[in-house]
């Protein structure tokens, strides 16, 4: 091939790589357009859910409401209760099983736990993107398979203010799904494949916990 065809052809290719870049780079944009309002508006539905729920669990059935209702509200561990808060202070649950274990880990306890966490629904990602789990697949069933799946090890200390929030409360054997809002995840800047602004969706078990100072046994 002569220099002046081959200088065509590698001006041809940069071309095609460049346009399919910008093809990918239209469909991240469209993928996570206007982002902070759906964010906003998401966490506002599941905000408005929860507190409904509870509210109408306390009407109908008084100081046994946790009895009968799966929502859950928790002021983030960081803040004081007693000054006002905002509507993105506090994080929502939503319990899909309950557990027998007594007591709740401390912010330095190290949890043991199995994890999936997600994005909202999107157009590529109807359920929503899952960005970290701890299970041999994404599948829902997988992460939380005993068998397959090996849980996390972490402080609640650690992680983002929800997530550890939402451990802090939970006993053993508690399946949670934790609606968490930007501002106790990543907040503006985002992290990997977290954009900015991103509401964060995890199911959560707790299989067990150490209090500080204990050694932690190695995982069978």
């Given at each position: 091939?002569?220099?002046?065809?081959?200088?065509?052809f590698?001006?041809l290719?940069?071309?095609?790589?460049?346009?399919?870049?910008?093809?990918?780079?239209?469909?991240?944009?469209?993928?996570?357009?206007?982002?902070?309002?759906?964010n906003?508006?998401?966490?506002g539905?599941?905000?408005?859910?929860?507190?409904?729920?509870?509210?109408?669990?306390?009407t109908?059935?008084?100081?046994?409401?946790?009895?009968?209702?799966?929502?859950r509200?928790?002021?983030?561990y960081?803040?004081?209760?007693?000054?006002?808060?905002?509507?993105?202070?506090?994080?929502?649950?939503?319990?899909?099983?309950?557990?027998n274990?007594?007591?709740?880990p401390?912010?330095?306890?190290?949890c043991?736990?199995?994890y999936?966490?997600?994005?909202?629904?999107?157009?590529?990602?109807?359920?929503?993107?899952?960005?970290?789990?701890t299970?041999?697949?994404?599948?829902f069933?997988?992460?939380?398979?005993?068998?397959t799946?090996?849980?996390?090890l972490?402080?609640?200390?650690?992680?983002?203010?929800?997530?550890?929030?939402?451990?802090?409360?939970?006993?053993?054997?508690?399946?949670?799904?934790?609606y968490i809002?930007?501002?106790?995840?990543?907040?503006?800047?985002?992290?990997?494949?977290v954009?900015?602004?991103s509401t964060?969706?995890?199911e959560?078990?707790?299989y067990?916990?150490?209090?500080?100072?204990?050694?932690?046994?190695?995982?069978?």
């Amino acid at each position: 091939m002569g220099k002046h065809l081959l200088f065509i052809f590698l001006t041809l290719l940069s071309a095609s790589v460049l346009m399919s870049s910008c093809k990918d780079d239209d469909g991240d944009e469209e993928e996570y357009a206007n982002w902070q309002s759906r964010n906003d508006a998401y966490f506002g539905s599941i905000r408005t859910l929860a507190l409904d729920s509870i509210r109408q669990a306390k009407t109908r059935y008084g100081n046994s409401w946790t009895a009968h209702c799966n929502w859950r509200s928790y002021l983030c561990y960081s803040l004081d209760s007693t000054i006002t808060n905002k509507s993105t202070d506090s994080i929502y649950v939503e319990i899909i099983r309950r557990g027998n274990g007594a007591g709740c880990p401390l912010s330095t306890d190290s949890c043991r736990l199995y994890y999936r966490g997600r994005l909202i629904p999107s157009a590529s990602y109807p359920e929503g993107y899952v960005f970290d789990h701890t299970g041999q697949s994404s599948k829902f069933e997988k992460v939380f398979d005993h068998k397959t799946a090996v849980p996390g090890l972490m402080r609640p200390s650690t992680s983002v203010k929800g997530f550890g929030t939402a451990l802090q409360n939970m006993h053993i054997g508690d399946l949670w799904r934790v609606y968490i809002p930007y501002t106790l995840g990543y907040n503006t800047a985002g992290s990997n494949s977290v954009p900015a602004y991103s509401t964060l969706i995890f199911e959560i078990e707790l299989y067990a916990y150490y209090r500080s100072g204990v050694n932690v046994p190695v995982w069978h």
